[in-house]
């Protein structure tokens, strides 16, 4: 099994910064596309962000500019770096990777984070 653990998670005014993190652990053989998605309460689940194993990028209209994302292949480990948060950005955030668990693929999902964007 390949669990995935988010943290970095909070309350933070407008205008600042909090850094996402998301680790994987288990029977990795390799991790091919990891992604962000976020869902406010009311809303559907939408995407974030998301990186290639190459390292290609695409972002949300919404984050385009604020946001980055990146990670770790030598700690299987996905970051979201998220700046100039407005209200609108507080949801619960989670993780997504696609990963090669040797006999097949498994889409894994972290557990979720809560983003909180209040004066």
């Known amino acids: 099994q390949v669990q995935l653990v988010e943290s970095g998670g909070g309350l933070v005014q407008p205008g600042g910064s909090l850094r996402l993190s998301c680790a994987a652990s288990g029977r990795i053989f390799s991790i091919n596309t990891m992604g962000w998605y976020r869902q406010a309460p009311g809303k559907q689940r939408e995407l974030v962000a998301r990186?290639?194993?190459?390292?290609?990028?695409n972002y949300a209209d919404s984050v385009k500019g604020r946001f980055t994302i990146s990670r770790d292949n030598a700690k299987d480990t996905l970051y979201l770096q998220m700046n100039s948060l407005k209200p609108e950005d507080t949801a619960v955030y989670y993780c997504y990777m696609l990963v090669d668990g040797g006999s097949r693929y498994l889409d894994v999902w972290g557990q979720g984070t809560l983003v909180t964007v209040s004066p």
């Open positions: 990186i290639t194993a190459s390292g290609s990028t």
